[in-house]
């Protein structure tokens, strides 16, 4: 009895896959396959909110042709940012899932600049006529991390180009204005010349290696103020794991402005207690996108259902939080300014966003395992904010995901954990380096 329903079962998804013919690139809809039961093979994490949460078997697909979404860190050389097209097109269910990174970075620039003109009489809080900055950067070859660092160097006039490219280095210590990645800026404001000198700045990484370390960089303002003072007028950071390291640990009892980004639900809480500001980078709508493509492509139907196009539940994201780049087979989320102005419809950052919020049926969308993981299950950005999303996201989308958080350091770390791909639909993969992808996609390759 069990295995003429295990064959009628395996007859009824080859039939489905045959039907659907197994990709779908983003052209025209194409008809979902038949619903399927069975055993599960899944693991823990999510379940599904809509019905059975039994993951339906895993079938005949072959690993390197399942569904793969890389998400915040893109396949790319972390030294000359050049996008690593072989990862990005693996299969012809392969995607990435991020953020405008330069349309934020330009942000991050225009909200520091904005608080100093608007703080122009107190910002300086030695009255030496010099505003000085610090900056701590998160992870010199990471292409989320360059463009921060560009963005803030662009907005306060310290930027030197290189080669048509504003230098992202760090430059250690600069008190004498003397370093070469960056030059002294001069803003003027109400009339008067100010000069700008980005004092310091330093890639936080700890000993062990892990990058976007927010210790180092609580240890390193301390440094700074040392041998600084009251020269530093306006700390900004990459993150706001970072950012807030630095805000708890010295400005905000001295009350100097701290900029970070990512909209994590403590650094838009601080606003209130004179965080300078941050950026979301619409983490909720990047967490349902990850999501989103996996489902998309394991129900078989066009790429842009419940994205471009409603789906059968009504979900349906607007142009102006996201947009999808076909040649780099790239979604990215847009970004958005936190500031005192607006914090508080900032204040829950894991809150599943509004228009992509209804459950699907397991119906039609019947449950399937991921596997995903996480570069650093200490990156404060990752587990406070996206991971709490995910895990929501997934039960909305019937996806029964098997979460897996890494060191921050090795690529092997995690890579040892998917010694059976087999047991899952598809991937969500966070690269620990931007270079790695090959260290992932030979294991289903
Ligand atoms: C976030 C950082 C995070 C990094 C990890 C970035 O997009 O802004 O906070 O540490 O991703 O890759």
Same mark, same amino acid.
């Given at each position: 009895m069990k295995k003429t329903l295990a064959a009628a079962l395996a007859l009824a998804m080859v039939l489905g896959l045959a039907a659907c013919g197994g @990709?779908?690139? =983003? =052209?025209g809809s194409q008809t979902p396959p038949p619903p399927s039961g069975g055993s599960s093979t899944s693991q823990t994490g999510g379940s599904s909110a809509g019905g059975s949460n039994v993951a339906t078997p895993a @079938?005949?697909?072959a690993n390197k042709d399942k569904p793969l979404v890389w998400y915040n860190r893109q396949p790319s050389n972390s030294s000359t940012g050049e996008l690593d097209m072989e990862a990005l097109s693996f299969n012809d269910d392969t995607y990435y899932v991020g953020f405008d990174a330069n349309q934020g970075a330009e942000l991050q620039g225009q909200m520091i600049l904005e608080y100093i003109t608007a703080n122009i009489d107190t910002?300086?809080?030695? @009255?030496? =006529?010099v505003i000085g900055y610090v900056l701590a950067i998160g992870d010199i070859g990471h292409n989320d991390s360059i463009a921060r660092t560009r963005g803030v160097r662009k907005a306060l006039d310290t930027a030197v180009e290189d080669g048509g490219a504003i230098k992202s280095d760090a430059v250690g210590i600069n008190q004498d204005g003397k370093a070469t990645a960056v030059k002294d800026g001069k803003l003027t404001i109400g009339g008067k010349e100010y000069t700008v000198r980005e004092l310091a700045s330093q890639e936080m990484k700890n000993s062990a290696g892990a990058t976007w370390d927010a210790a180092t960089a609580g240890n390193t303002i301390g440094t700074w103020v040392s041998t600084f003072g009251d020269q530093i007028d306006v700390v900004a950071s990459n993150n706001d794991g970072m950012g807030m390291a630095m805000f708890n640990a010295w400005s905000k009892e001295n009350k100097v402005p701290t900029f970070g980004y990512d909209a994590n639900a403590d650094a838009v809480a601080a606003i209130g207690e004179g965080y300078g500001g941050t950026i979301s980078q619409h983490a909720d709508v990047q967490a349902y996108l990850t999501l989103r493509v996996l489902r998309n492509a394991l129900d078989g139907v066009d790429i842009d259902t419940g994205i471009g196009t409603a789906d059968d539940a009504g979900n349906v994201l607007s142009d102006d939080v996201y947009k999808y780049v076909d040649s780099e087979r790239s979604y990215y989320a847009l970004n958005v300014a936190v500031t005192a102005a607006n914090y508080t419809d900032f204040l829950d950052s894991t809150k599943p966003f509004g228009p992509v919020s209804a459950q699907l049926s397991t119906d039609s969308h019947p449950t399937k395992s991921v596997w995903l993981d996480i570069?650093?299950? &200490?990156?404060n950005f990752l587990s406070s904010t996206y991971q709490p999303l995910l895990q929501n996201y997934d039960d909305l989308l019937n996806l029964k995901v098997e979460y897996i958080g890494g060191d921050g350091q090795t690529e092997g770390n995690i890579t040892n954990r998917l010694g059976n791909p087999d047991q899952y639909d598809a991937f969500a993969i966070n690269m620990?380096?931007?270079?790695? &992808?090959a260290a992932y996609t030979s294991l289903l390759g």
């Open positions: @990709g779908n690139n =983003g =052209g @079938g005949p697909v910002i300086d809080r030695n @009255g030496d =006529g570069y650093n299950a &200490a990156d620990v380096k931007t270079d790695n &992808a």
